[in-house]
């Protein structure tokens, strides 16, 4: 199963989820999106905007072979906690996804660190999955590097 999250950051990520839709009706795995505030509304795949309790998303990431995932901080501290491959869409300004292109950095971190596969042309997600399904990753608990990265990058941007 792949599972796909955009966050709960209130802009809508209209490019992925169309993009993910697309590509869940020419693929046989089962493809399962939170759209969060997107209008658009899949059509060949599960989806929900939000869930209520925190352990039934926890089970999709428990459950998911690959994570698609909006560059926010927690959802790839989330997704990275259970070991699993990530490709990471940051949303960008310029489409109306976000107030800045913040996600950026912390995509292009996680991709030189070796931690996700990053894609910058939504036309590239396609192939980006498939590299995915080849990759392993451990879960990693508290790696020291990425976390320090992490809460600086949170802290520049209160």
Do not use: C
Not at 20 to 36: F, P, T
């Amino acid at each position: 199963m792949i599972f796909v999250t955009v966050g709960t950051h209130y802009q809508g990520f209209e490019r992925l989820i169309k993009k993910m839709d697309e590509i869940a009706g020419k693929i046989d795995d089962e493809v399962v999106m939170q759209i969060g505030y997107t209008d658009y509304e899949p059509k060949n795949a599960k989806w929900f905007r939000f869930l209520e309790k925190e352990e039934d998303i926890l089970e999709l990431y428990k459950k998911a072979e690959i994570i698609v995932a909006h560059a926010g901080a927690g959802t790839l501290l989330t997704a990275l906690s259970f070991g699993k491959p990530i490709v990471v869409v940051p949303r960008l300004k310029k489409f109306g996804e976000h107030i800045d292109d913040q996600q950026l950095e912390l995509a292009e971190a996680l991709e030189s660190m070796g931690k996700a596969i990053a894609v910058y042309d939504i036309e590239k997600l396609e192939d980006a999955i498939k590299k995915a399904k080849s990759l392993k990753y451990k879960p990693i608990k508290q790696e020291k590097r990425l976390v320090n990265f992490l809460k600086e990058y949170l802290r520049g941007i209160k």
